[in-house]
């Protein structure tokens, strides 16, 4: 590619991330708010409705921490890697202008944890527990990991993973840009 | 700080909008068309940063074996600690 794009596009590309940045998120919102009953639907499941979003960020950040205290990354890195929570877009859109190292690193450790929940959530519902069984997949709990959680769980459990993974999307946008 | 509150603001800005139903149904047919093609024009311009800069090119191996470490742990930390909020929270049948 630096053969066809000459250095100086660099900093355009700044410009470029935060417009379609700011363009996805909006549709994002759309998306969201499309649902009616969303609101009656998140009623129904408890303390845990907050309980397990928390969970998942407190456990993904002490996690990142810890590893990457391990590989010698300082705590705001590893916390924005964490912070992604599985969505490996977006968490890698918001670094980029930060560190361009640091954006593909959170890219791929987010894309491995998304394979990692695929793997593991029939293992987690069948050895630990339905509602754990949400943890792994972080942000994608409420699309791509969905199907995946309700098939191996109940419908309890399905519209808790959606709720979560609701509440997580909205925290990843908060949370990436308070490490870097 | 700025960034949070602008992201924030989008999110509730666009859900509001489509909550109370101001959005054109043609645009809301759409919207899973929009935010790929989004996502898309913003991946080709992530890669075309990466394929600029030989830094990352030369430590790829490096990084992936790291991305490996950051998920296993950030997984392992998440189910760890929404068990124990289970365990704690829950009085009836798991």
């Not at chain 1, 379609?20 to 303390?47: A, H, S």
Request: glycine share 8%.
């Amino acid at each position: 590619m630096v053969f066809f794009v000459p250095e100086q596009y660099y900093d355009v590309t700044d410009v470029l991330l935060m417009i379609g940045l700011c363009l996805l998120l909006f549709f994002v919102g759309i998306d969201i708010g499309k649902n009616k009953n969303v609101f009656q639907d998140i009623k129904k499941t408890g303390i845990l409705f907050f309980l397990v979003p928390i969970g998942i960020v407190i456990g993904s950040l002490i996690g990142a921490i810890v590893g990457g205290y391990l590989l010698g990354y300082p705590i705001n890195e590893s916390g924005a890697i964490g912070s992604g929570l599985g969505w490996y877009t977006l968490s890698a859109i918001i670094i980029a202008p930060y560190s361009a190292e640091l954006s593909v690193l959170a890219f791929l450790s987010n894309v491995v944890r998304e394979i990692l929940a695929i793997a593991l959530i029939p293992l987690v519902a069948k050895y630990i527990g339905y509602v754990q069984a949400i943890a792994p997949s972080g942000a994608t709990a409420m699309d791509t990991t969905l199907p995946i959680v309700s098939k191996n769980t109940n419908s309890e459990t399905a519209i808790l993973s959606f709720s979560t993974g609701l509440i997580l999307s909205i925290l990843v946008p908060i949370l990436v840009p308070l490490f870097i | 700080m700025s960034s949070v509150l602008l992201y924030l603001a989008l999110l509730i800005v666009g859900g509001f909008l489509s909550y109370k139903g101001f959005i054109h149904k043609q645009l809301m047919d759409k919207i899973d068309k929009l935010q790929l093609a989004c996502l898309f024009i913003l991946l080709f311009i992530m890669g075309m940063r990466i394929g600029m800069d030989d830094k990352i090119i030369s430590a790829f191996a490096k990084i992936g074996v790291h991305a490996v470490i950051f998920s296993v742990f950030t997984v392992a930390g998440s189910i760890l600690v929404v068990h124990i909020f289970v365990k704690i929270f829950r009085r009836k049948e798991a």
